[in-house]
């Protein structure tokens, strides 16, 4: 369940209804997240850096996890409810550039999916936290 190390389990930091609301709406709402989500595994698993990480993953099961991930984290009706990053991530000995080189297919699938910069940023303020309970060498 590597592939989940950035985005499944962890609470996001406090924000307002209405920034993780626009949020939510800037990223396409549940088709707009499935689909940024959908784009995002599949890239994840050819990956030459970290691809190998996704090798034993159901990725209809990651994919469904991460979209209710960033759904909710984004403000939106969604509840994640799967493990924490700390239990998810704590056997995997991830690497910082592992965890880096996720961010950077993550901007990639967002670039293709034509999500503003801006709103890109949003997300990973969101997400970057959660480097704390994923990179443990």
Same mark, same amino acid.
């Given at each position: 369940?590597?592939?989940?190390?950035?985005?499944?389990?962890?609470?996001?930091?406090?924000?307002?209804?209405?920034?993780?609301?626009t949020?939510?709406?800037?990223?396409?709402?549940?088709?707009?997240?499935?689909?940024?989500?959908?784009?995002?595994?599949?890239?994840?698993?050819?990956?030459?850096?970290?691809?190998?990480?996704?090798?034993?993953?159901?990725?209809?099961?990651?994919?469904?996890?991460?979209?209710?991930?960033?759904?909710?984290?984004?403000?939106?009706?969604?509840?994640?409810?799967?493990?924490?990053?700390?239990? #998810?991530?704590?056997?995997?000995? =991830?690497?910082?550039? %592992?965890? *880096?080189? @996720?961010?950077?297919? !993550?901007?990639? #699938?967002?670039?293709?999916?034509? =999500?503003?910069?801006? %709103?890109? *940023?949003? @997300?990973?303020?969101? !997400?970057a936290?959660?480097?704390?309970?994923?990179?443990?060498?």
């Open positions: 369940m590597v592939c989940a190390f950035l985005l499944l389990g962890g609470a996001a930091p406090a924000q307002t209804a209405a920034t993780a609301d949020l939510y709406h800037a990223l396409g709402e549940v088709p707009g997240i499935t689909a940024l989500m959908n784009d995002f595994v599949e890239r994840l698993r050819v990956d030459p850096r970290i691809g190998k990480m996704f090798a034993e993953t159901k990725p209809a099961n990651l994919k469904e996890q991460l979209r209710d991930q960033v759904c909710q984290l984004s403000g939106g009706p969604c509840r994640y409810e799967g493990d924490t990053m700390k239990a #998810a991530h704590a056997e995997l000995g =991830i690497r910082k550039a %592992d965890f *880096n080189a @996720l961010v950077e297919v !993550l901007q990639v #699938a967002m670039d293709a999916r034509q =999500i503003p910069f801006r %709103d890109q *940023n949003r @997300l990973l303020a969101l !997400l936290p959660m480097h704390r309970d994923i990179i443990t060498r």
